[in-house]
């Protein structure tokens, strides 16, 4: 039987690994591909602040990257 602390352990693990995790796995339903970061914020030194997230439609996937970066570090898409 599962007490109140084994359900309140399971919780808050969730909660804390959710905003935490940059892996999460290809092709889980629902989920998304992290394609990591673009480019031009690589070079500037960007890490995910400072950075917006971006769909790519092309890898089903979010990338992050400065402002003006519209290409997916992966595949090169430009069309989101
Ligand atoms: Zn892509």
């Known amino acids: 039987?599962?007490?109140?602390?084994?359900?309140?352990?399971?919780?808050?693990?969730?909660?804390?690994?959710?905003?935490?995790?940059?892996?999460?796995?290809?092709?889980?339903?629902?989920?998304?591909?992290d394609l990591g970061t673009g480019a031009m914020a690589r070079r500037l030194g960007m890490r995910t602040a400072g950075t917006t997230g971006r769909w790519c439609s092309r890898c089903r996937g979010i990338w992050f990257g400065y402002a003006l970066e519209v290409e997916c570090p992966r595949c090169g898409n430009r069309h989101g």
């Open 1 to 33: 039987m599962a007490t109140d602390d084994e359900r309140g352990a399971t919780d808050g693990g969730a909660l804390v690994r959710f905003p935490l995790s940059r892996t999460t796995p290809a092709g889980s339903p629902g989920g998304f591909v």
